[in-house]
Structures are given as structure tokens and as C-alpha cells.
């Protein structure tokens, strides 16, 4: 048995944006942000459930989930598979846009509900050893949360190391799942009694796709591939570039220093051009640093 690898993106929407399913993004966002008694979703809607896209709109299309539950309150989640830079300005742009769109004109402020974005990055972000971050607007004095409308979790797959037999909790065994379904030809143990966990298994299993869902499957990990080896090639490039110029620094600090022994044994000006390849203009910056009688 063949699972889809969640952390690709349009796998992670079909998986957790599935409508049929919405049982395995409830269980998902209580165990992630500590759902408990009151505060414990019953029920979602999904706001841009999993449709098959077709290639050419993957260019512009956002494959994130977002929902709201049974007080208004929205969810966004979003898989990142890749570092590509400022994801924390990311996350507070589409926070804040989702927390804008909710006020129609001519309604009150007092309408607007919480949104949460959890981020799920397969990368490091923080330097805090944790694989898991909740981030608040909290008042510098006093500590507490007076402004409470925004909260941000972040999921960061590479500090979780759990292996099937360590994992303890629902929120253990999701991450488990994120990062290692694809490794995996059979449902372990661990999860077989949990009806969320077999959904989930049975909507990544591969055989039950769609030949256009796997093609773009392929195309999106094949894509993932491509980003991921052109940034490596422009470090690459990047390092040699700076070698060069770090090269050619070091031969005209060298040719300015022979320049100057030149000038003070007393060569002439079109000799020592000859010698260094050091132009007039370069030269001229050697007067302001040699004796004029010298020049």
C-alpha cells in the first residue's frame, strides 16, 4: 500500500480540506492549539474546500485550508514545505486579510472573530528547541492578553524525532503522520482504533486517487524539487561570484601594493601601468596616498 506524502501540498488540502472528512481537520485543530471542554471544536466549515486544480492555475493558487467553527471563529493552515523567505510576514498578511474580510460595509467592529493561522514548516524557523510555537499579542507589562483576535502556531516538522512507540498524545501522532506517512506501507497499530487517523490513511491512500490527482501530485512534488534546486544553485552561484570578486579584490590590492614600491624606486607613471594593468584613474588614487615627489 502506497500513502501520498502529506507535506505535499495538494496531498496536505486533499487530506485535511476534504469535506467528506472534516472529522480529521476537527481532531487536527483541537490537538494542535489544546482544544479542551468549551473551547473544543464540534464542527467546521470549510471556506475553500479540496477540488482538483488543474496545472495551470496551481501558478496562482494558495493550497492552504481555511475554516471557521461553530462560533465564527477562522482557521488557517497552511503546509510550507520549503524556506522561502520571510514566512513570519507571510502568516501575519494572510492573518490580517482574513480578519479583514470578515467586515462587511456598514457592520460593526464588535462582529469581527478570532482568527488563528497554524503554520506546518518543514524547515526550522525559531531557535527554540520546541517543534511546536504559539505566538500572542501579549502586554509587555502586565503579561496578559488583552488583545486576543490573532494567535499563530507554528509546526516545525525537523525538531520532532519521535519514533511510533515514544508517541503519546493525538497532536504525537498527527505530526507523526505529516512527516512520515509516505515511509509507511501499513497503518501502524497506534492508530487503527482512532476513526480520524483511518479516514485520514484511507483519503492518502494512492490507489484511490485519480489519474489527474496523481499526475498533479507528481507535478507538485517534481515543482517542490525544481524550487528547492534552483535556490541551491543560486547559493552555489552566489559563492562563486563572491570567490571571483574576493579574487580580484586581493589581485588589485596586490598591483596598488607593487604600484607603490614602483613609484617610490621611482619608476615612471606608463612603466608602472605596464607593470601593474592598473589604469590612470586607479593611479590617481595612489597620490593621495604617496609623497607627491614621488608622482
Known amino acids: 500500500m502506497q500513502f501520498a506524502d502529506p507535506k505535499n501540498d495538494l496531498a496536505f488540502k486533499k487530506i485535511f480540506g476534504n469535506e467528506n472528512k472534516k472529522e480529521i481537520l ?12 468549551e473551547k473544543t471544536i464540534v ?35 497552511e503546509m510550507q514545505k520549503k524556506d522561502i523567505g520571510d514566512f513570519a510576514k507571510r502568516s501575519l498578511y494572510y492573518t490580517s486579510k482574513a480578519y479583514v474580510e470578515q ?18 514548516l518543514n ?12 505566538h500572542l499579542i501579549i502586554n509587555q507589562e502586565t503579561t496578559s492578553q488583552d488583545i486576543d483576535d490573532f494567535e499563530f502556531t507554528f509546526l516545525e516538522l525537523p525538531k520532532f524525532n519521535k519514533e511510533l512507540n515514544q508517541l503519546e498524545s493525538i497532536l504525537d501522532k498527527w505530526i507523526y503522520f ?27 491512500t494512492q490507489m484511490q486517487w485519480s489519474e489527474d490527482e496523481m499526475r498533479l501530485y507528481d507535478y507538485m512534488g517534481l515543482k ?10 543560486a547559493k552555489r552561484k552566489a559563492k562563486r561570484e563572491g570567490e571571483k570578486r574576493g579574487l580580484a ?31 590612470d584613474d586607479e593611479l590617481a588614487i595612489l597620490k593621495h596616498e604617496t609623497p607627491e615627489n614621488l608622482i
Open 103 to 120: 467586515l462587511k460595509k456598514g457592520h460593526n467592529y464588535s462582529e469581527l472573530k478570532k482568527v488563528y493561522f497554524i503554520g506546518i
Open 43 to 77: 464542527d467546521v466549515t470549510l471556506l475553500n474546500p479540496y477540488q482538483v486544480p488543474k496545472i495551470e492555475e496551481l501558478k496562482e493558487t494558495i493550497l492552504d485550508i481555511q475554516a471557521t467553527n461553530q462560533n465564527g471563529e477562522k482557521f488557517i493552515v
Open 224 to 233: 517542490a524539487y525544481d524550487e528547492i534546486n534552483a535556490l541551491e544553485t
Open 178 to 204: 505529516i512527516k512520515n506517512a509516505s515511509n509507511l506501507t501499513l497503518i501502524p497499530k497506534e492508530y487503527k482504533d482512532i476513526k480520524e487517523f483511518k479516514d485520514a490513511f484511507e483519503v492518502a
Open 249 to 279: 579584490k586581493g589581485e588589485q590590492k596586490k598591483a596598488f601594493e607593487i604600484a607603490k614600491k614602483s613609484l617610490a624606486q621611482g619608476l615612471d607613471i606608463e612603466t608602472i601601468k605596464v607593470i601593474t594593468g592598473l589604469c
Open 123 to 134: 524547515f526550522d524557523m525559531f531557535d527554540s528547541k520546541s517543534y511546536i510555537s504559539r
Open 26 to 37: 476537527i481532531s487536527f485543530l483541537n490537538s494542535i492549539l489544546d482544544f479542551k471542554d
